[in-house]
T-cell receptor, first 114, second 111 residues
Framework: GAGVSQSPSNKVTEKGKDVELRCDPISGHTALYWYRQSLGQGLEFLIYFQGNSAPDKSGLPSDRFSAERTGGSVSTLTIQRTQQEDSAVYLC????????????FGPGTRLLVL | AQRVTQPEKLLSVFKGAPVELKCNYSYSGSPELFWYVQYSRQRLQLLLRHISRESIKGFTADLNKGETSFHLKKPFAQEEDSAMYYCALFPAGTGRRALTFGSGTRLQVQP
């Protein structure tokens, strides 16, 4: 079946604009994760959704970042009033049950804030 | 809080040489450790997990609780092993349900 998909693959925006990044997880996977991959910084956890439970937002770097997951499937990560330091690759992953289960990653969205 | 450290940003070896990618962690409980790999122009994917005690593509990793390490090893590197490698920790026993990743090590295998 299809893997995790993300859109857009690339996004260039101006400082101060809002952006929305989309993630389609693997069908049937209850857990969904967002990470940020910056040069030299590795993968930084942002937010985690598990079924109908309240999301774990502990990794969101500021209140400009938010995410939602509708119908237990598609997720949108929104960054408001983008800053240049938000430039990074945003990765989405899903897993069947969450926790220590294998995470399947999408191709990422490369965000550049000018 | 848990932490994963990969001290080498870049590791360059020649084909056929042994490889060891270092990973150290800090966690007070009983962790589960993983190695993920990202080949050029491919997605990040699971390579192996310590609990399976498996060898994947010739790579092995042993969890050393005394040294809090989970180094990734391969006796004879191949050019196709060139990739970005991330060590990750799952903090079993806590309420946190996400992995903590290290900053990654780029492995370059030269011909």
């Amino acid at each position: 079946g299809a893997g995790v998909s993300q859109s857009p693959s690339n996004k260039v925006t101006e400082k101060g604009k809002d952006v929305e990044l989309r993630c389609d997880p693997i069908s049937g996977h209850t857990a969904l994760y967002w990470y940020r991959q910056s040069l030299g910084q590795g993968l930084e956890f942002l937010i985690y959704f598990q079924g109908n439970s309240a999301p774990d937002k502990s990794g969101l770097p500021s209140d400009r970042f938010s995410a939602e997951r509708t119908g237990g499937s598609v997720s949108t990560l929104t960054i408001q009033r983008t800053q240049q330091e938000d430039s990074a690759v945003y990765l989405c992953a899903s897993s069947q049950m969450g926790g220590k289960e294998t995470q399947y990653f999408g191709p990422g969205t490369r965000l550049l804030v000018l | 809080a848990q932490r994963v450290t990969q001290p080498e940003k870049l590791l360059s070896v020649f084909k056929g040489a042994p490889v060891e990618l270092k990973c150290n962690y800090s966690y007070s409980g009983s962790p589960e450790l993983f190695w993920y790999v990202q080949y050029s122009r491919q997605r990040l994917q699971l390579l192996l997990r310590h609990i399976s005690r498996e060898s994947i593509k010739g790579f092995t990793a042993d969890l050393n609780k005394g040294e809090t390490s989970f180094h990734l090893k391969k006796p004879f590197a191949q050019e196709e092993d060139s990739a970005m490698y991330y060590c990750a920790l799952f903090p079993a026993g806590t309420g946190r349900r996400a992995l903590t990743f290290g900053s990654g090590t780029r492995l370059q295998v030269q011909p």
